[in-house]
């Protein structure tokens, strides 16, 4: 199957519980961490009038950064027309207007010079031909426009991040032996209608890369960009995301206090401090996991 078709059958099925899987929200917590993220890029903020997320799924990074302000009209894009639908639904939920499109990241159904800010979270690493979509990034910002992309897993910590998994999910098992796997273990895909089985057991084949900072530099500049930068951030704090969200998922709904989120969102942050004021000023930019990148269409 084409890979963009497994995109969308993947990322149409996953839309239902695609919140849940990343406990995503769309209040403090969650705007907080947007508007960190943001603020990382462009440092001081600022208000960009015409704004589109490419890659949006159901909204968590746009509808964040509109709630922290930084944003006014708004469009969003994905190719899976289920994110793109829950994305506007969620934006009407929280009484914010966006406009949707169904549109691969490669050919943007936009005019050229269209947006102030194109941003995306989680999304490059989905895309078969990074230059096309670079490109039509460009394309569609207004000259001086800025491009924001956070979310982006690094080639060494993705490789960490795949270790931490495994022993996430030894820790659960060993859990499971202990209070009776049906108390606590989540029906796995095997449960699952044969149709949505094969849209489940598509997920090893949506990520198609991870990324070395400064590669995604070079290419950011080949395709005309001025002003870039990459930064990166989280190494123990991604550690421990990972460990939690892989013994999140594998649990069942319901196991877990409902302070939990916030509980785990606390930890996270206190990780994420001693990575930020600590580890970042001893350890190469390529060991940490997430990687943003920021870059300006040029001014004519
Ligand atoms: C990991 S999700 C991230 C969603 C959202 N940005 C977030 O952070 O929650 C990746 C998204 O990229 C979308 N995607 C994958 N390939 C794409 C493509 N070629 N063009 C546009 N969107 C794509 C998927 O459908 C999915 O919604």
New binding site residues.
Partial sequence: MDV?QQ??I???W??AH?EQK?A?SFDQRCIEYVRGRFLRAVPGGGHFEKVV??????????LNLAQAGFVGELHC????SK?VARCVENGRTLGIDVHGSV????RLPYPDATFDLLV????LH???DLDA?LSEFRRVLKPGGRLVIA?EPTYLGDRVANRVKQAARVGVKLLAVVAGAGAVLATDHADLAAEEHRAASLEPH?DLHTFRPQDIEVLARSVGFADVTTLTEELTANWFGWATRTAEAMLKPGILPDRYPWLAYRTWQTLFAFDDQVLRRVLPKDVFYNCILTAAAPAD
């Fill in positions: 963009k995109q969308v993947y990322h149409d996953e839309s695609y990343w995503i997320e490419v890659g949006c799924g159901t909204g968590f990074f746009l894009t994905d190719i899976a994110m549109a691969d990241a490669e995306g979270h989680a999304v989905h895309l078969p979509a979310g949506v």
